[in-house]
C-alpha cells in the first residue's frame, strides 16, 4: 500500500524559508517520479516542482531559483526547500507519485503573510 505523507508546513513571513517533506512507504523515491503541486484557495492544482527518478529537477517559472526539490533515497523522503518566499506562495502543497497509478499525500498548509 503506497502512502505519502507531507509535513513542514506553516505560517512565515515574507522572505523567509520553509522545507517540507514528503514521507513515502510502498514506493521508492529512487527510481519514481515524485512531483509538489499547490492548490490555493479558488485555485486549480498546480505543478511546482518535479524531481524525476533519474534525478533531474524542473520547477515552475514563478519559484525557479528560490525553490529546490531533491530526496533522500536512504530514508525515502523528498523534500522541497523553499526560499524567499512571497504571498502568492500561499497554497495547500501536495506530493504527488507518478507512476501508472497516481499517489497524493493529504497536503500540508503554507501561509506567507505580509
Known amino acids: 500500500q503506497v502512502q505519502l505523507v507531507e509535513s513542514g508546513g506553516a505560517l512565515v513571513q515574507i522572505g523567509e524559508s520553509l522545507r517540507l517533506s514528503c514521507a513515502a512507504s510502498?514506493?521508492?523515491?529512487?527510481?519514481?517520479?515524485f512531483d509538489w503541486y499547490r492548490q490555493a484557495p479558488g485555485k486549480q492544482r498546480e505543478l511546482v516542482a518535479t524531481?524525476?527518478?533519474?534525478?533531474?529537477?524542473n520547477y515552475k517559472d514563478s519559484v525557479q531559483g528560490r525553490f529546490t526539490i531533491s530526496r533522500s533515497n536512504a530514508q525515502n523522503m523528498v523534500y522541497l526547500e523553499m526560499n524567499s518566499l512571497k504571498p502568492d506562495d500561499t497554497a495547500v502543497y501536495y506530493c504527488h507519485a507518478g507512476t501508472f497509478v497516481d499517489y497524493w499525500g493529504q497536503g500540508t498548509q503554507v501561509t506567507v503573510s505580509a
Open positions: 524531481i524525476a527518478g533519474f534525478g533531474r529537477a
Open positions: 510502498g514506493i521508492s523515491v529512487s527510481i519514481n517520479r
